[in-house]
């Protein structure tokens, strides 16, 4: 069994035989989503995992994240919990591209951006501040170069701990109540 399902193929199927787990950061999952999608951002799988567990044997779940990457880590995690899930391949990127639609969802009155769009910029403040900087006090061009270092890392190994980080700020954080509301959908 394929362990990724093409948008068109996941648009084909009954709605009622599949359930959608966006694991993007709730403004993620709110600047553009598959309709119907539910957000179980990545640090709470392990919290909702008794509900997914549940949700798996009534319906196929299609787990989609902005490119896949993290779908598939998510895929990969549910696994080795014993929860059978696919991955969108390409993500809500792919979805897109199709021109399938995407639904959205104000976060507390707020449009934000996408993950990859708020590592570019904070990775762009920080080499231009250590640039910057580096003109009064030459050691701070290290945080442009450790900027640097990060980004070819993060490409070769196809992983980005700056996201990571980024993911803790409060905007990228579900509210309270978000993953009660999670865990209602996932056992309807």
Same mark, same amino acid.
């Given at each position: +069994?394929?362990? $990724?399902?093409?948008?068109?193929?996941?648009?084909?199927?009954?709605?009622?035989?599949?359930?959608?787990?966006?694991?993007? /950061?709730?403004?993620?999952?709110?600047?553009?989503?598959?309709?119907?999608?539910?957000?179980? @951002?990545?640090?709470?799988?392990?919290?909702?995992? @008794?509900?997914?567990?549940?949700?798996?044997?009534?319906?196929?779940?299609?787990?989609?994240?902005?490119?896949?990457?993290?779908?598939?880590?998510?895929?990969?995690?549910?696994?080795?919990?014993?929860?059978?899930?696919?991955?969108?391949?390409?993500? $809500?990127?792919?979805?897109?591209?199709?021109?399938?639609?995407?639904?959205? #969802?104000?976060?507390?009155?707020?449009?934000?951006?996408? +993950?990859?769009?708020?590592?570019?910029?904070? /990775?762009?403040?920080?080499?231009?501040?250590?640039? /910057?900087?580096?003109?009064?006090?030459?050691?701070?061009?290290?945080?442009?170069?450790?900027?640097?270092?990060?980004?070819?890392?993060?490409?070769?190994?196809?992983?980005?701990?700056?996201? #990571?980080?980024?993911?803790?700020?409060?905007?990228?954080? @579900?509210? @309270?109540?978000?993953?009660?509301?999670?865990?209602? #959908?996932?056992?309807?």
């Amino acid at each position: +069994m394929s362990t $990724t399902l093409a948008p068109a193929e996941l648009r084909a199927r009954p709605a009622d035989s599949t359930l959608v787990i966006d694991v993007r /950061a709730p403004g993620e999952f709110a600047s553009g989503h598959v309709p119907g999608a539910v957000n179980v @951002p990545a640090d709470h799988l392990d919290a909702l995992l @008794p509900d997914l567990r549940s949700a798996a044997e009534r319906r196929r779940l299609v787990v989609v994240c902005a490119a896949g990457q993290r779908s598939a880590a998510a895929c990969a995690k549910l696994a080795e919990a014993g929860v059978d899930a696919v991955g969108l391949g390409g993500g $809500t990127r792919a979805w897109t591209a199709e021109g399938l639609p995407v639904d959205t #969802a104000a976060v507390e009155g707020r449009a934000v951006w996408a +993950m990859d769009r708020q590592v570019r910029f904070t /990775a762009g403040a920080l080499v231009l501040a250590g640039i /910057a900087l580096g003109r009064r006090a030459p050691k701070a061009r290290l945080l442009a170069a450790g900027v640097a270092s990060g980004l070819v890392y993060s490409a070769v190994t196809n992983s980005c701990a700056m996201a #990571a980080m980024l993911g803790k700020l409060p905007v990228n954080r @579900p509210a @309270p109540d978000a993953l009660d509301a999670a865990r209602a #959908a996932l056992r309807a």
